[in-house]
């Protein structure tokens, strides 16, 4: 299932929130920029605000255009 605003609230309560970053961020906003579903800063697709939903590190497109990054926990366990 797609990380959407309830998951997004959930892993703020758990302060296990993260973020994708900057160039990550910028990458996807190009993207979303010359998107048919991008309507007035809101993804048609999903129902999201755009400039949040490309800054959370697990959030996707849900027409595959762009996906979720890794989050810190998961940089940590690949370099264990
Ligand atoms: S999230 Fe995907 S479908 Fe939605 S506006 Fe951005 S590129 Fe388009």
Partial sequence: MAYNI???AKDFVKG????A?????LDRLD???TC??????????CGCV??????MAKSECPMG????VLT???RSTLDD
């Fill in 6 to 8: 309830l998951d997004v």
């Fill in 16 to 19: 296990e929130l993260e973020y």
């Fill in 21 to 25: 970053g900057g160039q990550t961020e």
């Fill in 31 to 33: 993207i979303c920029g």
């Fill in 36 to 45: 048919d579903a991008k309507v007035a800063g809101m993804c048609t697709a």
């Fill in 50 to 55: 755009i400039h949040l939903k490309v800054k």
């Fill in 65 to 68: 255009l762009w996906g979720p």
């Fill in 72 to 74: 810190e926990g998961e």
